[in-house]
């Protein structure tokens, strides 16, 4: 069994080659797996609560998703305990970043994939604004590139623990 640590410096140190072929329609078809499983969740009263890794961990205000989150399952620090300099401070030992600099880096086949990204919706996620931590989370641009509108994205967000 891996320790901790060697399994972090073992991560840090990996360059996969990511498939390109059939990339977009791997992608759509994720994109079509989230929606249905969103759907039956909402068809069947399931409560539960949609969040994005970009608001968890690549947006200023970070505890604005925790808080969030630890509403709905109703456990953690009340809303005025929680900020995002705590946040940050905990996940230090685990941090990850995905700037485009750091993605280059990080995919042993980054230009491939980028021509392959390139002229599609889902281009934006290689777009520095979109993954740039120390950008503000843009909900329109997210929408523009899941092809829904900050109203949508706002409602489905709205769900409230029984």
């Given at each position: 069994m891996i320790g901790d640590e060697e399994c972090k410096e073992m991560h840090k140190k990996a360059k996969p080659t990511l498939n390109v072929t059939g990339l977009v329609n791997q992608i759509k078809q994720l994109e079509e797996e989230i929606n249905e499983v969103d759907q039956l969740l909402d068809d069947h009263s399931v409560p539960h609560v949609d969040v994005s890794y970009e608001k968890l961990y690549n947006v200023q205000d970070i505890a604005l998703e925790w808080r969030r989150v630890?509403?709905?399952?109703?456990?953690?620090?009340?809303?005025?305990?929680?900020?995002?300099?705590?946040?940050?401070a905990h996940m230090e030992h685990a941090a990850t970043s995905n700037s485009s600099a750091s993605m280059r880096a990080k995919i042993q086949n980054y230009e491939e994939v980028v021509k392959m990204l390139q002229g599609t919706k889902y281009e934006a996620y290689l777009h520095p604004a979109f993954l740039d931590?120390?950008?503000?989370?843009?909900?329109?641009?997210?929408?523009?590139?899941?092809?829904?509108?900050?109203?949508?994205?706002?409602s489905k967000s709205q769900v409230t623990p029984n």
């Open positions: 630890f509403s709905f399952i109703g456990v953690g620090p009340s809303a005025d305990q929680l900020t995002s300099a705590d946040l940050v931590p120390r950008k503000e989370f843009d909900e329109n641009f997210v929408g523009q590139v899941f092809g829904t509108d900050r109203t949508t994205l706002s």
